[in-house]
């Protein structure tokens, strides 16, 4: 079970500004993977449940995570039911991110008062997701909308929180652009955790680019 609420979680989100993203079959190559992510500075991770048996190397990761790095968060993508979004909580997910905004998964999370993030792509999808309680806005898939889609929502609805995924880079540019709209933080994927062409990781590479956005992200929002 989750060790923290959805405010704790959402808190936790608009203080560290940019959650990795990251998935992969091997247990052992997960570990390096956080651990890398975590000596970089990135205190909050998503696990994107897309591969068979992913529900077992996600408890791997979240037992890792608990016994190592007992102040990271970890989430879990890529929920696309409520039977998903329950086995997910059960075995330790501190938040539920969805590809598109589903009723079934806002009802069983908000009765364990775990934060879910639901894919948005429209003005009233957004106020259907904060009618069912939802904390913060996964603008999905991000580089379709772009900042001005988030200054322009954030005008009339200025209480309204968003996270990007998809499309996000992690320059000062493209990072200076998402926040400057308005923007709670960024989900990083394949620009921040990319494998090489033999399907190998730089582990030393993945936690220099972390901190590299750590420190994007100080300068940017000071």
Known sequence: ???????EVALALQSNGFVPLFYDEDINRCRQLVTACYIGGARILEFTARGDFAHEVFYEVSKFIKTNYSDMFLGVGSITDAAAASLYMQL????????????????????????????????????????????????????????????????PQPWTSIMPTGGVIPTQENLKSWFDAGVTCVGLGSQLIGKSSDGSYDYKAIEANVKDVVTLLKTIRS
């Not at 969805?98 to 003005?123: F, H, M, Q, Y």
């Open 92 to 155: 330790g997910a501190d938040f539920i991110v969805t590809p598109a905004l589903r009723e079934d998964i806002a009802e069983v999370c908000n009765r364990r008062k775990v934060l879910w993030l639901p894919g948005c792509g429209s003005v009233k999808e957004i106020n259907d997701a904060e009618a069912l309680g939802c904390e913060i806005i996964k603008l999905f898939p991000g580089s379709i909308y772009g900042p001005e889609f988030v200054k322009a929502v954030k005008g």
């Open 1 to 7: 079970m989750s060790k923290h609420n959805r405010i």
